[in-house]
Nanobody, 119 residues
Framework: EVQLVESGGGLVQPGGSLRLSCAAS????????MSWVRQAPGKGLEWVSG????????TYAESLKGRFTISRDDAKNTLYLQMNSLKSEDTAVYYC????????????WGQGTQVTVSA
């Protein structure tokens, strides 16, 4: 069974940094396409970043390039999102999502972690 557990959210001042974690179980990060998606208050889902390590590719929303970095720890089977130079508009619930190559278009989701950027 695929399970995703996010952590690392919290309250941070503008200009600060946070690293989100997504602990994965039931599968290997190597095999799946992983994504970070966020939802700001009152808004829809916004794709943030994706990674397909089988193809050695990582991608980012254009507006976030240079501030956010997706990475992983194989030993911990954990996905990360390093967020720097945070802005108030980054305030959102951040979710990680996993897509199996055997179920293209179907995503497994974590429960989300709240990030609040405020002075």
């Amino acid at each position: 069974e695929v399970q995703l557990v996010e952590s690392g959210g919290g309250l941070v001042q503008p200009g600060g940094s946070l690293r989100l974690s997504c602990a994965a179980s039931g599968f290997s990060l190597d095999d799946y396409t992983m994504s970070w998606v966020r939802q700001a208050p009152g808004k829809g889902l916004e794709w943030v970043s994706g990674a397909n390590w089988a193809g050695l590719s990582t991608t980012y929303a254009e507006s976030l390039k240079g501030r956010f970095t997706i990475s992983r720890d194989d030993a911990k089977n954990t996905l990360y999102l390093q967020m720097n130079s945070l802005k108030s508009e980054d305030t959102a619930v951040y979710y990680c999502a996993a897509e199996s190559p055997r179920r293209i278009g179907t995503l497994d989701w974590g429960q989300g972690t709240q990030v609040t950027v405020s002075a």
